[in-house]
């Protein structure tokens, strides 16, 4: 139904979705389309602003990409930096080259081939999300372990030519020291054993003690050559700032980090985890698209529109993920 506006002299009607007027040329689905994306671009516009303006804030200890997102499929120990992030984001704009498809093949109402297309576009989005939720298992996980000290700091540990020692590598275990509990001296709460870390401060301390070979490396970040890197301590400043260890940190949570700055994981969560779920909303509503494609409504209706709408959609969520992926690990 079309509403009207009713002045002193005439009645004016203002649009109401129907073929008669289109502004810009456009449906009324596909003018709500758009201001669906650009509202939903401001919000992803003001995630990465933050994002840009705490990591400038805090650039000499953010973590490098390179060193975090090392991990890939079925290559277990393998350094891989941002390898399957390249792939990532290459099998997610490939989905869209299938989108793109797709639609042109609505045009010339061909149904066999926009269902192909179709489908190659959901897969392509379930394997992003799939890949996605991996990263973001082995991001929480954590490879190498670190401590924290007294002061918020974060604690590496190196060998002498620089490389990364995970705690498992040199940490001690100390026998448990159990403490009776009485009648008048009872604990009334236990932590979920699932959350505490592997090692104790004291097993770390006492691992290190007995590796010589062992240095401590610093959030701060040093430029060398054009090449940026931690800043690693000698053998006696390493023993003075660990003798400060508060906490073993063993992966990334909102409250803890192993790589580095807190805000780091905040945001990854955070920006990642809401672009993610753009993604697995839109496999959603194209298998619905998709399912209709097979039985014929848009065949019936002489008009795949909705398959170009829905396409719409994507091609933003592939844009967004690009921003993201350049903010986030590139610069």
């Known amino acids: 139904m079309e509403a009207t506006v009713t002045t ?61 997102f090392t ?20 099998i997610l704009i490939f989905s869209s080259v299938t989108m793109v498809l797709a639609v042109d093949a609505g045009h010339h109402l061909k149904k066999t081939k926009v269902a192909i297309y179709m489908f190659l576009t959901i897969i392509g989005g379930l394997i992003f999300v ?33 490389k990364r020692v995970a705690l498992e590598a040199f940490a001690v275990k100390l026998p448990e020291q159990r403490e009776a509990l009485t009648r008048s001296h009872g604990t009334w709460f236990v932590e979920d054993a699932e959350t505490q870390p592997t090692y104790t401060v004291a097993e770390v301390q006492a691992g290190f003690k007995a590796h010589p070979e062992l240095l401590i490396r610093t959030e701060q970040i040093i430029e060398n050559n054009g090449k940026k890197s931690k800043k690693v301590l ?40 809401f672009h993610g779920f753009h993604v697995f909303s839109g496999v959603i509503i194209n298998i619905i698209i998709f ?17 170009e709408k829905v396409g719409l959609y994507w091609h933003f969520v592939d844009l967004v993920w690009v921003f993201v992926f350049t903010v986030f690990y590139l610069v």
């Open 234 to 273: 000698t053998r006696a400043e390493s023993e003075t700032r660990l003798s400060t260890a508060k906490y073993v940190v063993e992966g990334a949570n909102l409250t803890r980090n192993e790589y580095g700055s807190k805000l780091f994981a905040d945001f990854f969560f955070f920006i990642t985890g």
């Open 291 to 307: 399912f209709n494609v097979l039985l014929g409504t848009y065949e019936k209706r002489r008009s795949y529109e909705m398959v």
């Open 71 to 90: 991990h890939f499929p079925f290559l277990h120990g393998v350094s891989a930096p941002m390898y399957y992030v390249a792939l990532m984001t290459f």
């Open 130 to 162: 799939g890949s996605q939720a991996w990263e973001w298992k082995n991001f929480i996980k954590g490879e190498y372990g670190a401590v924290e000290t007294a002061g918020g700091s974060l604690l590496q540990f190196v060998d002498k030519d620089g």
């Open 8 to 68: 002193a002299n005439n009645n004016e009607k203002t649009w109401g979705g129907g073929e008669d007027i289109q502004p810009l040329g456009a449906s009324y689905g596909k003018m709500m389309m758009w201001f669906f994306i650009v509202s939903d671009a401001l919000t992803f516009s003001g995630f990465l602003a933050a994002y840009g303006f705490s990591r400038f804030k805090f650039i000499e200890t953010w973590p490098l990409a390179d060193e975090v």
